[in-house]
């Protein structure tokens, strides 16, 4: 009988393992990943915040990363755009001006950057993924040095405020590329 009993016992432990609910197999990775960046917090975050992470791979959750930098570079791309004269903002001041086009610019050219990088991680290209990645991260530091170059011009607190995100997102995609070759 107590065979039995120890019989029963191993049968309802294996059926209680089969039909509880599975773990979520996607934090721990999240978790893991996230690890490898400079801003777990922001990393954690940016992919929990998309629902599809918790079943993607490593190569799905940079992809996810990506997303979120090209988000900032596109939103801060068209900020800039609405400051222009003619769009609602500049004051009329054609050297501010001229600087907040050339800013969208390079907001642009940060948003084709991580496009790119995107293209190149499917290819599962992640050498030039990183490079892309490192590009973008570097179009919004042209854009501070064109308002320091520009005598009289302060730089805007918010497009620095979007620079530091665009730059820490970008920081977050590098480690979780660098997480794939590990």
Excluded: W
Excluded at 72 to 88: E, K, Q, Y
């Amino acid at each position: 009988m107590v065979l039995q009993i120890s019989a029963s016992s191993f049968f309802i432990l294996v059926l209680a393992v089969a039909l509880a609910p599975p773990a979520k197999p996607g934090a721990s990775l999240i978790q893991q990943a996230c690890r490898t960046t400079k801003y777990y917090d922001l990393c954690v975050s940016s992919l929990k915040s998309d629902p599809s992470s918790s079943r993607a791979d490593p190569r799905g959750l940079a992809s996810i990363a990506l997303a979120a930098a090209l988000a900032n570079a596109t939103s801060t791309s068209s900020f800039l755009s609405s400051l222009v004269p003619g769009s609602g903002g500049g004051g009329g001041d054609p050297a501010l001006s001229r600087l907040l086009r050339g800013c969208a610019d390079k907001y642009g050219l940060a948003g084709d950057a991580l496009q790119a990088s995107a293209r190149d991680l499917a290819a599962e290209a992640d050498d030039y993924a990183y490079m892309h990645v490192v590009a973008a991260e570097d179009y919004p530091r042209a854009c501070r040095d064109a308002f320091r170059r520009s005598p009289g011009t302060a730089y805007p607190p918010e497009l620095a405020r979007r620079e530091d995100g665009l730059r820490r997102i970008c920081d977050v995609v590098l480690g979780i590329i660098d997480f794939l070759g590990s």
